[in-house]
């Protein structure tokens, strides 16, 4: 299963984004900051990263 | 049995520290080995006093029950049998409940002290009978608890507690002295930097009445006469004139510069009803002074000088404040005046003050440019001395008959002609040699009566004597020509060196420049105008005159016109100015045009700062609204493309959860508009407000609806008067200011929203416990388009504070940011309060 970690902090934004990826059969990992997405992507090694620009942390 | 001692520590607001320091003094005493007991100490739940309170005995209170509840109170009984030899005793001015053995706790403390016990006590300034109205005043709240001012003044020891208003603010916002569900409207009024100030000030001054009044016990019998100056007093000499009123509004102004200053004004009557002061002026000045605050003093005295100094001393006065001499110049023949005299004697007690005021010196201006002409009376003067002088002198000569011998009656003549040189100048001392020589020759030579001379000798006298005559005359005259010149140049050269420096430096406004010009030139009034182009009609940019005096309109109305550039023009009136004067008078034009350029940019680089400011502003809103604007429209984005694939079976739940994000998406972005609309409307100025009689708890919370239940505690008592709003803006106002205190809240905490009372207002305070805003952001939160550090969930445009600011201001109220105590925000929503 192709691993998707999205980082992104709106709440709807990331519910639309998990929900329709997920319905597609693929494995998604949520992130809403950077420290989170780090963490993350060194546990989950996902396929592709999906970011929203303009980050604080 | 001796009566005991008490002892007071004054304090000047809750806080400060006056029941610690009581405490500490209880603990040194019984360090000592005095038998101190706690009589009555109230803890209010502040750790460090009830540290305070362990090793020290306390005598148990006194239980009673009124109108179902219990209180506490001391009790007198036990404090007595107990008999220490001190006793601490909290809150001097603390009324006991009804049923209790006094009415009031400083009647306790009387018997305590009658019975020969010591006591310590504690009282705030607030609570003073007297200062009654002037804590009011300050603070808005009337003190019921009061206690005399004769039991405090009759204390053995006051010691302030003494703390500065910035420190028992931050002890305020540590929470140190109240829990922040303790903090309402009404206390938190109180604590108000000026409040605390103006409190201070009154506790420090009334401790300085009591040294004062010690020292003047002192002073009286150790029979010291020097003044001890301990606060600033200072007397007004007035004469009556209309100058008196600058004399007094200065005096006021330096008695505000040190605390407590006292501002006496005096006139000195001559005992024999001779004087120049008009009673209807004094009448006013008398006003004006009681109206500063200061005291109207009649004295008579003949000697001027001496019963101005008498008074000030008999009042300890530090510092006299005088007008400069209304005297023309050669009134000064007859003593130096008050002022001079009164500088010289005042001594090193005394600081005297000559105040220059708009009628010193009226009329005189600079120093008139004389060339052969002298003043009238000096012209006068001078022809008398030189021609009826030598006849009365003749007269005199040949009546007492004495023959002093021709040389000597020449020196008599030469005499008169030299002193008709120095009152007339060259003509009359001309005048006064030839009518000399002539009356000597037909009086004084042999053969007399003739206009012959028989001797030679005599002759050649008589030549000699009219030339020195001459040559005396013309010296004196030159020298007192140039005495005259110099004096004009001196002054000249200072006015053009103050002219110089005050405008290079940029310190004069133009108000003030046109100010000392009228007054250098004794003029009335002075206008500077201007006019854009030949046939505009003038319009004045400056102006300057005496009380009651317009400035003139255009400069063909003025009594002098001194063209500054083609559009511009000084107007001044009051009277006709030589020619020489106006050498100076176009420096001075010259330079009110610069000074007046100097505005003008001053305020062009002002307003372009301004531009600039809110360039910034748009460009800031346009980052923060695209951000704000894609992020929903992504997510619904999102949502909608989600569901409209037909790739994809979507179960029911699903469906449901894409299209709630799908409404919340649009439901945020309804929100940020709303506020956008808004903010434009405040900005241009469109917010009409329909100020009507509302109920806070009918309109707050119907504030609360877009944020989560439960997220937010209320506390609006149902005695609340109502208030003066428009419901719509109100409502939209606590809405966004309460959504900001939800967003920046820990998520277990409620936010607090509570309303409460104080004179004709009505506070309602929004109270989080989230990481607060340091001082000096707290104005820019306000502003459109900031978030303070880094934005938490769902955090949007900064815009929702700074539309609750202007809805409250387009209804009359307020929005401030304060510390909760014991960390958060705290945000104020000042609202009136229906009559």
Not at chain 2, 486 to 515: K, W, Y
Not at chain 2, 647 to 670: F, K, T
Not at chain 2, 750 to 758: D, G, K, M, N, Y
Request: hydrophobic share 45%.
């Amino acid at each position: 299963m192709t691993r998707v970690l999205v980082v992104e902090d709106d709440p709807q934004l990331v519910r639309a984004l998990v929900l329709s990826l997920r319905a597609r059969r693929y494995g998604v990992d949520p992130a809403p900051d950077g420290v989170t997405a780090l963490r993350l992507a060194a546990a989950r090694r996902p396929d592709v990263v999906g970011m929203g620009h303009r980050f604080g942390t | 049995m001796a009566r005991g001692k008490l002892r007071i520590h004054l304090g000047a607001a809750p806080g400060v520290g006056k029941t610690y320091a009581m405490l500490s003094e209880g603990h040194r005493r019984l360090e000592r080995g005095t038998d101190c007991v706690v009589a009555f100490v109230e803890h209010h739940d502040r750790p460090r006093t009830e540290v305070m309170l362990h090793g020290l005995e306390q005598i148990p209170r006194r239980e009673l029950e009124y109108r179902g509840s219990t209180f506490s109170e001391m009790d007198v009984h036990a404090v007595l049998d107990r008999a220490p030899a001190v006793a601490l005793v909290d809150e001097l001015a603390h009324t006991n409940i009804p049923g209790s053995r006094n009415t009031k706790r400083w009647q306790d403390v009387e018997e305590l002290l009658a019975a020969g016990i010591d006591v310590v006590s504690t009282v705030n300034i607030q609570h003073l009978e007297s200062l009654g109205d002037v804590v009011e005043s300050i603070t808005g709240v009337r003190q019921r608890e009061t206690v005399p001012d004769e039991v405090v003044r009759r204390a053995d020891q006051i010691e302030l507690v003494d703390m500065p208003p910035q420190a028992l603010r931050r002890r305020m916002a540590h929470g140190n002295i109240y829990k922040p569900d303790k903090v309402d409207a009404a206390l938190s009024n109180y604590f108000r930097p000026g409040n605390l100030t103006a409190l201070r000030e009154l506790a420090l001054l009334w401790v300085a009445d009591r040294v004062d009044a010690y020292l003047t016990e002192y002073r009286s019998e150790h029979r010291v006469s020097r003044i001890w100056g301990s606060r600033e007093r200072i007397v007004v000499g007035l004469t009556g004139g209309p100058e008196g009123r600058t004399l007094i509004r200065r005096a006021a102004r330096l008695a505000e510069k040190g605390a407590g200053g006292e501002v006496l004004a005096v006139h000195i009557a001559r005992s024999d009803g001779l004087t120049s002061a008009s009673p209807k002026e004094l009448a006013v000045q008398r006003t004006l002074v009681e109206d500063l605050g200061g005291t109207f003093h009649h004295v008579i005295g003949d000697d001027i000088p001496s019963a101005l100094l008498d008074f000030a001393r008999g009042v300890n006065a530090t510092q006299i404040v005088l007008g400069v001499s209304r005297r023309k110049g050669w009134q000064y023949v007859f003593g130096p005046g008050v002022g001079a005299t009164v500088a010289r004697e005042s001594g090193p007690d005394l600081d005297v003050h000559l105040i220059t005021h708009g009628e010193a010196g009226k009329g005189r201006g600079l120093p008139a440019a004389r060339g052969a002409r002298l003043g009238r009376s000096r012209i006068v003067c001078g022809w008398l001395t030189g021609v009826v002088g030598p006849v009365l002198l003749t007269l005199l000569l040949t009546h007492i008959d004495a023959d002093l011998g021709l040389a000597n009656d020449m020196l008599l003549f030469l005499t008169l002609t030299v002193a008709a040189a120095l009152f007339g100048g060259l003509l009359p001392a001309l005048a006064s040699a030839a009518f000399g020589s002539l009356l000597l020759n037909y009086y004084f030579t042999p053969p007399l009566h003739r206009l012959t001379i028989a001797d030679s000798k005599n002759l050649v006298a008589l030549v000699v004597f009219f030339a020195v005559a001459v040559s005396v005359a013309s010296v004196v005259d030159l020298a007192a020509r140039r005495t005259h010149q110099a004096a004009r140049l001196r002054a000249e050269s200072e006015i053009l060196s103050f002219l110089a420096g005050s405008v290079l430096r940029g310190e004069t406004s133009l108000e003030a420049l046109l100010e000392r010009m009228r007054e250098t030139f004794g003029m009335e009034s002075v206008a500077l105008l201007e006019r854009e182009n030949e046939v505009a009609p003038w319009t004045c940019a400056g102006s300057a005159g005496s009380a009651g005096r317009r400035p003139v309109p255009r400069p063909e109305d003025a009594d002098v016109d001194m063209p500054v550039s083609d559009h511009m023009a000084l107007a001044l009136s009051g009277r006709v100015l030589p020619a020489s004067d106006r050498r100076i008078l176009a420096a001075f034009a010259a330079q009110a045009a610069v000074v007046l350029d100097r505005q003008r940019l001053r305020s062009e680089a002002d307003q372009a700062k301004e531009l600039a400011e809110g360039n910034r502003i748009r460009t800031a809103l346009l980052a923060a609204v695209s951000h704000d604007l894609r992020t929903p429209l992504a997510g619904i984005k999102a949502s909608v493309s989600s569901l409209r694939s037909g790739d994809v079976e979507w179960s029911e739940e699903d469906r449901a959860e894409l299209l709630a994000a799908i409404e919340e998406g649009a439901d945020r972005l309804d929100h940020l508009v709303g506020n956008l609309l808004d903010m434009s409307r405040l900005h241009t100025g469109t917010v009409t407000s329909t100020i009507r009689e509302a109920g806070l708890d009918e309109v707050i919370p119907m504030a609360l609806s877009g944020v989560p239940e439960g997220s937010v505690e209320l506390d609006i008592p149902e005695t609340l008067p109502m208030v003066d709003v428009d419901k719509g803006l109100l409502e939209r106002s606590v809405a966004n200011v309460v959504e900001n205190a939800v967003k920046y809240s820990p998520q277990d905490t409620p936010v607090l929203v509570s309303a409460s009372a104080i004179a004709d207002r009505v506070e309602v305070r929004v109270v989080d416990r989230g990481p607060g805003v340091p001082d000096e952001a707290k104005a820019r939160i306000f502003e459109p388009f900031q978030r303070h550090g880094d934005s938490p969930r769902g955090a949007g445009v900064g815009l929702g504070l700074a539309v609750a600011r202007g809805f409250a201001e387009a209804m009359g109220g307020s929005l401030t940011a304060e510390d909760t105590p014991g960390g958060g925000l705290t945000m104020v929503l000042g609202l009136r309060a229906s009559r």
